[in-house]
């Protein structure tokens, strides 16, 4: 089969100290620390097969993350700027949805048979770890990651732990044409992150709240209609991309605003008569410049959600957060707590409508093509059809 295969060499910068956990396993923890001259390339690749515990898919659909576009993208000195766990070479996709086409044997795989449609979390948690047992699998301390270090969907088929597989019949049922189910079951996982970072990690918000989404790429535009199903009375956005400023309206934001032409803070304060944001979400990964407004806009008990990731360091003036009983959420993942369910539901009923975000399609043959286009950050979600 064909599969989008990244490569990169493992050369650690200087002054980077590989712990043990890295050394052993060849994953690395930072990868923008380790990673340098990646080269992707659609590639002959072996066929998986289900192992115990294992669906394989025919994959119908991927997505294009910003993740993947940040393994594309280096530095000056050739290091990837993906900041997180990685290990090379591995078929990279983790947005995807697909159909069964082999059910491995065991337990796990008993409510799955050939020709179920369904999508997958990409976390892969083992289970059996503290973390794990004490109901953060998002946090597992055995993880692996679909598309970052083992193989992903950006190929014809892939095999899956049946335990991270969700059924998306609720998707076809709402969306008459099968090319667009297929495309919108696999914004799935994008959607399940902005959500656990909006209600599992940071509590959410009562209705009638005020949300500030800073970035209107996937996980934005995604955070955006998740606020306004949950209640939200103004949604006000900011991003620097016209086609994103265009999407976040069309998907339910009030006001959109490009930051580099106001400041933030004060349209934020004129907006809500001066109360602030009772939720404010980090999904442009530069916390170095939307953390400081966030803070300058805390309402009273009020909160951000880091989503975006950046690797760097961010000051922040704490004394805001305490004068103003406010509070800051770090947000990893979308496993557990009935994310996957629930935002499969939602997309059912129509809450969330993605297939507004989906603007621009490539064949698996030209994924290369596909990643480079989503460089200039001029879409919102980019799908490549195997």
Not at 1 to 6: A, Y
Not at 319 to 329: G, L, N, P
Not at 344 to 356: F, V, W
């Given at each position: 089969?064909?599969?989008?295969?990244?490569s990169?060499?493992?050369?650690?910068?200087?002054?980077?100290?590989?712990?043990?956990?890295?050394?052993?396993?060849?994953?690395?923890?930072?990868?923008?620390?380790?990673?340098?001259?990646?080269?992707?390339?659609?590639?002959?690749?072996?066929?998986?097969?289900?192992?115990?515990?294992?669906?394989?898919?025919?994959?119908?659909?991927?997505?294009?993350?910003?993740?993947?576009?940040?393994?594309?993208?280096?530095?000056?000195?050739?290091?990837?700027?993906?900041p997180?766990?990685?290990?090379?070479?591995?078929?990279?996709?983790?947005?995807?949805?697909?159909?069964?086409?082999?059910?491995?044997?065991?337990?796990?795989?008993?409510?799955?048979?050939v020709?179920?449609?369904?999508?997958?979390?990409?976390?892969?948690?083992?289970?059996?770890?503290?973390?794990?047992?004490?109901?953060?699998?998002?946090?597992?301390?055995?993880?692996?990651?679909?598309?970052?270090?083992?193989?992903?969907?950006?190929?014809?088929?892939?095999?899956?732990?049946?335990?991270?597989?969700?059924k998306?019949?609720?998707?076809?049922?709402?969306?008459?044409?099968?090319?667009?189910a297929?495309?919108?079951?696999?914004?799935?996982?994008?959607?399940?992150?902005?959500?656990?970072?909006?209600?599992?990690?940071?509590?959410?918000?009562?209705?009638?709240?005020?949300?500030?989404?800073?970035?209107?790429?996937?996980?934005?535009?995604?955070?955006?209609?998740?606020?306004?199903?949950?209640?939200?009375?103004?949604?006000?956005?900011?991003?620097?991309?016209?086609?994103?400023?265009?999407?976040a309206k069309?998907?339910?934001?009030?006001?959109?605003?490009?930051?580099?032409?106001?400041?933030?803070?004060?349209?934020?304060?004129?907006?809500?008569?001066?109360?602030?944001?009772?939720?404010?979400?980090?999904?442009?990964?530069?916390?170095?410049?939307?953390?400081?407004?966030?803070?300058?806009?805390l309402?009273?008990?009020?909160?951000?959600?880091v989503?975006?990731?950046?690797?760097?360091?961010?000051?922040?003036?704490?004394?805001?957060?305490?004068?103003?009983?406010?509070?800051?959420?770090?947000?990893?993942?979308?496993?557990?707590?009935?994310?996957?369910?629930?935002v499969?539901?939602?997309?059912?009923?129509?809450?969330?409508?993605?297939?507004?975000?989906?603007?621009?399609?490539?064949p698996?043959?030209?994924?290369?093509?596909?990643?480079?286009?989503?460089?200039?950050?001029?879409?919102?979600?980019?799908?490549?059809?195997?």
């Open positions: 089969m064909k599969g989008l295969v990244l990169a060499k493992w050369e650690p910068r200087s002054g980077y100290r590989l712990s043990e956990f890295e050394k052993k396993t060849g994953k690395a923890i930072e990868g923008a620390q380790v990673w340098r001259n990646p080269v992707l390339e659609v590639k002959e690749v072996p066929t998986p097969k289900a192992g115990p515990g294992q669906l394989v898919l025919r994959v119908k659909a991927c997505g294009v993350c910003g993740s993947d576009v940040h393994f594309y993208e280096t530095d000056d000195e050739g290091y990837i700027l993906y997180g766990l990685t290990k090379f070479p591995v078929i990279i996709g983790h947005e995807f949805a697909g159909e069964v086409v082999e059910v491995g044997s065991g337990p796990e795989t008993a409510n799955f048979k020709g179920d449609r369904v999508t997958c979390e990409e976390m892969v948690w083992c289970g059996h770890c503290r973390p794990c047992r004490d109901g953060f699998p998002n946090h597992c301390q055995n993880l692996e990651e679909i598309g970052f270090t083992i193989d992903g969907a950006m190929a014809e088929y892939i095999a899956v732990p049946a335990k991270l597989c969700w998306v019949d609720a998707v076809f049922e709402r969306y008459a044409d099968e090319e667009t297929w495309e919108v079951a696999a914004t799935t996982e994008p959607t399940c992150v902005a959500y656990n970072g909006i209600f599992e990690r940071a509590g959410g918000f009562r209705p009638g709240a005020y949300v500030v989404v800073y970035g209107a790429g996937p996980i934005g535009l995604a955070a955006i209609q998740l606020s306004k199903a949950a209640g939200a009375a103004k949604v006000i956005a900011f991003e620097v991309s016209e086609v994103r400023k265009k999407l069309e998907v339910g934001a009030d006001h959109v605003y490009d930051p580099r032409e106001v400041t933030p803070s004060e349209v934020v304060m004129d907006i809500t008569h001066g109360e602030g944001a009772d939720l404010s979400v980090e999904a442009a990964g530069a916390p170095e410049v939307t953390i400081p407004e966030m803070e300058k806009t309402a009273i008990n009020g909160k951000i959600t989503i975006g990731r950046a690797a760097q360091r961010v000051p922040m003036f704490l004394e805001r957060f305490q004068v103003r009983r406010s509070q800051i959420f770090g947000a990893q993942g979308h496993s557990g707590h009935g994310i996957f369910p629930s499969i539901r939602m997309m059912g009923a129509g809450l969330i409508d993605n297939t507004k975000m989906i603007t621009s399609r490539f698996l043959a030209e994924a290369v093509a596909a990643l480079e286009k989503a460089t200039r950050r001029e879409d919102g979600k980019i799908m490549i059809k195997p």
